[in-house]
């Protein structure tokens, strides 16, 4: 796949390739063997793209209704990458804030992990895990903040990495969530659900 500036990516969200998202070219990036593009999704969100199977490309100026239907049922395999079945746009959570609001922000966005910043940089995760056995622990979920609680080893993977490579990172860490990054920033998270809903396909 090669677009350009101004091009329009339709990207299958869904193993059955029902739902899709849509979006614009805003930045080439990469090389052309392995490309990348920053893309301007039509949801008001931004994120770097790599283009995968599920990824279709629309010419700036044709008609967007020319994206073949026939491949809206490709299958979703252990191999692929795992950008197919990540969530995005990630749900994030300030360094600073305390456990009471990432604790709010999970409820508020029904997932199950935030990924922590300082600024514009990413320092790891929190989970639903995380805050319970924090507050199991003693600490005050008011003056307790996201950053105390982070992994000092956090696991990440990139979203070319395949299924069932972070499915190991998962299985070897003991963890059931592994943030996506490309380039210095955050593109997506993947969880163990996601994982083991592709694995139960299989059998």
């Known amino acids: 796949m090669s677009a350009r ?18 979006g614009t070219v805003r930045e080439v990036l ?6 990348q593009y920053r893309v301007g999704w039509d949801d008001g969100h931004e994120s770097f793209l790599y283009p995968g199977p599920d990824t279709s490309l629309v010419p700036a100026g044709q008609d967007q209704g ?15 990458p795992v950008e197919r079945i990540m969530s ?10 305390s456990l009471r609001t990432a604790a709010e922000t999970l409820a508020e966005a029904n997932v199950g992990a935030l990924v922590v910043m300082r600024e514009s940089t990413p ?7 995380d805050i319970v056995r924090a507050v199991a622990g003693g600490g005050d979920p008011d003056e307790v903040w996201s950053a105390d609680v982070i992994g000092v080893d956090t696991v990440w993977a990139a979203p070319t990495d395949p299924i069932l490579h972070v499915a190991g ?7 059931r969530h592994v943030p996506l990054r490309a380039q210095g920033e955050v593109v997506g998270i993947v969880s163990a659900r996601d994982i083991l809903a592709v694995l139960y396909e299989r059998c």
């Open 30 to 35: 990469g090389s052309p063997d392995s490309p």
């Open 5 to 22: 500036v101004g091009d329009r990516i339709v990207v299958r969200t869904d193993p059955h390739g029902t739902d899709r998202r849509h």
């Open 123 to 129: 320092l790891g995760i929190i989970s639903e895990r």
């Open 66 to 80: 020319a994206v073949d239907d026939s491949e809206s049922g490709t299958p979703i395999g252990e191999h692929d």
């Open 169 to 175: 990172l998962m299985r070897h860490a003991s963890i």
């Open 88 to 97: 995005y746009p990630v749900r994030t959570v300030d360094a600073l804030d």
